[in-house]
Each structure stands twice: as structure tokens, then as C-alpha cells.
T-cell receptor
Framework: EAGVTQFPSHSVIEKGQTVTLRCDPI?????LYWYRRVMGKEIKFLLH????????ESGMPNNRFLAERTGGTYSTLKVQPAELEDSGVYFC??????????????FGPGTRLTVL | RKEVEQDPGPFNVPEGATVAFNCTYS??????FFWYRQDCRKEPKLLMS???SGNEDGRFTAQLNRASQYISLLIRDSKLSDSATYLC?????????FGKGTTLSVSS
């Protein structure tokens, strides 16, 4: 079974530019999560999809971040315009079971974003 | 106060040593508890879930004390391959809440 994949693995952009990160969850996993780790801090939750619906976006830092999961398969996270403090590693995770049931979240390798 | 706090580390131990990591959490409504392992520049991977009754997986033993809101991980007979960052994680709702991690370095 293929794991969670993320693209690109690294992205270096200038402040004010737009970047789109992609996540492909494990096949059959309805739950998809985005997390972020900025330098020196802990990994923090951004949002949670069940299929194509946003269930919890309480962790999204501001309206410069837009996540989508059209069709309930892969997801994109767009940052527009990017700011210096957006630099960090963006992880995607997926899990199989319905919301409310404890389930293992499997993480992708992350996208390392650097904003100059 | 951070939601999940861990020992600052780093822990530098010789092969064969026993090492213990501690973690406290602030949200008494937390439902599930885990230890994840993260190798340098890699993704977090689930090491083990943590139950109130305590659970063991080979050389690894995890304990949960809900009354004290305290979680521990004990690693016996440390191997070089155990070198990594260990993340204490709690779950409230569907989001995982991570500690900053404790770095373990096992040397020969």
C-alpha cells in the first residue's frame, strides 16, 4: 500500500508570491489533515477534511491560506501571498475511520517551504 | 502553558542503557495518547498508543496517568537505531496535539 505523498518536497519562494502544496492520501482514507511545523516550534494542526468537506479548520492561521479537496481525493494547500513567517514544514496526514473513532494518522514526508 | 510539554532533552545515552521520557498535557478532555518517532528531516511515525493500563511493545513501555495528566515512555536496552526525536501526542477531537519532542542520541 502506497503511503501519503506530498509535492513538492521543497519550495523556495519570495515574499508575496503564491505557492500551492499538494497531498495525496493513502487510497481509501476519507480523513485528510494538514499540519505545520515552523522552526523551533511544535507541529501544529491546521485543518481536517472528511472526504471533500472541511470538518475543522480551527488551526488555519489566517485567510492567506486556502485548502481544498475537490472530489475527496487529493488536497491542495495554497498560500497567497506568502509571508516570511509561513516558512516551515507542511505535513499532510490521512486516516481511514470515520470521525469520532480513534484512528492512526499516517503522515506524508512533508513539504519544506522557505519564504525569502 | 503549552498544551503538551515534554522533557527538554537532548538525552545522550550509551547502547544498552534504559532511558525514560516524560510528558504532561493540559487538556483534561484529551481522549487518546500516543508516542510518535521522528527521524531527522522525516515525517512523524506512530511508535505506540498509550493506554491507562500501560502497554508494552518489545523494549518500549508506555504509561498514562489520567489523574496527573502525565504520559511516559521507557526504552530498555537502547540501540543505535533508537536515535531520533520522540514526540508526545494527545488527541482531543480529531486534531493531534504535539509536544516539541525530545531528542535521543544513542552512542556505541
Amino acid at each position: 500500500e502506497a503511503g501519503v505523498t506530498q509535492f513538492p518536497s521543497h519550495s523556495v519562494i519570495e515574499k508575496g508570491q503564491t505557492v500551492t502544496l499538494r497531498c495525496d492520501p493513502i487510497s481509501g482514507h476519507d480523513n485528510l489533515y494538514w499540519y505545520r511545523r515552523v522552526m523551533g516550534k511544535e507541529i501544529k494542526f491546521l485543518l481536517h477534511f472528511v472526504k471533500e468537506s472541511k470538518q475543522d479548520e480551527s488551526g488555519m492561521p489566517n485567510n492567506r491560506f486556502l485548502a481544498e479537496r475537490t472530489g475527496g481525493t487529493y488536497s491542495t494547500l495554497k498560500v497567497q501571498p506568502a509571508e516570511l513567517e509561513d516558512s516551515g514544514v507542511y505535513f499532510c496526514a490521512s486516516s481511514r475511520r470515520p470521525q469520532g473513532v480513534t484512528d492512526t494518522q499516517y503522515f506524508g514526508p512533508g513539504t519544506r517551504l522557505t519564504v525569502l | 502553558r503549552k498544551e503538551v510539554e515534554q522533557d527538554p532533552g537532548p538525552f545522550n545515552v550509551p547502547e544498552g542503557a534504559t532511558v525514560a521520557f516524560n510528558c504532561t498535557y493540559s487538556n483534561s478532555a484529551s481522549q487518546s495518547f500516543f508516542w510518535y518517532r521522528q527521524d531527522c528531516r522525516k515525517e512523524p511515525k506512530l511508535l505506540m498508543s498509550v493506554y491507562s493500563s500501560g502497554n508494552e511493545d518489545g523494549r518500549f513501555t508506555a504509561q498514562l496517568n489520567r489523574a496527573s495528566q502525565y504520559i511516559s515512555l521507557l526504552i530498555r536496552d537502547s540501540k543505535l537505531s533508537d536515535s531520533a526525536t520522540y514526540l508526545c501526542v494527545v488527541q482531543a477531537g480529531t486534531a493531534l496535539i504535539f509536544g516539541k519532542g525530545t531528542t535521543l542520541s544513542v552512542s556505541s
